[in-house]
């Protein structure tokens, strides 16, 4: 059983940063992060393996920065120069690492979400 917690979301002004967090309990072989806008399908946006192997969406190279901390059991997503169109629920999630060697993993691969993160931008 894993349990995930995220943190850090807030309403910002665009341009600013967030850094967002994810605390897990058990195992967390992969955590990836994913996004959900209201009417859109949620999306994938980055992930990390256990020692710190990292992947990310195509579409979300650039601004978003996936890391981890084993000792803190958690998994951070900095998100910089944040535009509206990021306005979103953000969700951690955790799979097995077969299902993150070189891709980020699908969402009908993820065991466990978090409850989410609500991130709001403002123009």
């Known amino acids: 059983q894993v349990q995930l917690v995220e943190s850090g979301g807030d309403s910002v002004q665009a341009g600013e940063s967030l850094r967002l967090s994810c605390v897990g309990s058990?195992?967390?072989?992969?955590i990836a992060w994913f996004r959900q806008a209201p009417g859109k399908e949620r999306e994938v946006i980055a992930s990390i393996r256990t020692w710190g192997t990292t992947q990310y969406a195509d579409s979300m190279k650039g601004r978003f920065t996936i890391s981890r901390d084993n000792d803190k059991n958690t998994v951070y997503l900095a998100i910089d120069s944040l535009k509206p169109e990021d306005t979103a629920m953000y969700y951690c999630?955790?799979?097995?690492?077969?299902?993150?060697?070189?891709?980020?993993?699908?969402?009908?691969?993820?065991?466990?979400w978090g409850q989410g993160t609500q991130v709001t931008v403002a123009s």
């Open positions: 058990g195992r967390m072989d992969c």
């Open positions: 999630a955790a799979a097995l690492d077969r299902y993150c060697v070189q891709t980020t993993p699908p969402s009908r691969f993820v065991d466990y």
